[in-house]
Nanobody, 119 residues
Framework: QVQLAESGGGLVQAGDSLRLSCVVI????????MGWFRQFPGKEREFVAA????????HYADSVKGRFTISRDDAKNRVYLQMNSLTREDTAVYYC????????????WGQGTQVTVSV
């Protein structure tokens, strides 16, 4: 059974940076394009960023373009999301998932990691 585990969230101030990490257990991520999504309270989960299986291409939501960077380390079976210049509007639970590139999640979800940005 494939499991995903996100980590790296926390409470930060506006303008700070965070690096989220997602480890995939039970499968080899090198076969998959991967993505990050986030969910605001009371809202549907939304797309944030994606990276192709070979790392050659990335795609971002307009709201994070220029501030967030997705990357992957297949040797560690991990996907990362570097988040810079955080704003209160980035406060959400962040999830990773395999994707049909660029924005369609497939497979299972992890528990997510909470990111809270204070003003």
């Amino acid at each position: 059974q494939v499991q995903l585990a996100e980590s790296g969230g926390g409470l930060v101030q506006a303008g700070d940076s965070l690096r989220l990490s997602c480890v995939v257990i039970g499968s080899v991520i090198s076969d998959y394009s991967m993505g990050w999504f986030r969910q605001f309270p009371g809202k549907e989960r939304e797309f944030v960023a994606a990276i192709t299986w070979d790392g050659a291409s990335t795609h971002y939501a307009d709201s994070v373009k220029g501030r967030f960077t997705i990357s992957r380390d297949d040797a560690k079976n991990r996907v990362y999301l570097q988040m810079n210049s955080l704003t209160r509007e980035d406060t959400a639970v962040y999830y990773c998932a395999a994707v049909t590139y660029p924005t369609v999640p497939i497979g299972s979800w992890g528990q997510g990691t909470q990111v809270t940005v204070s003003v």
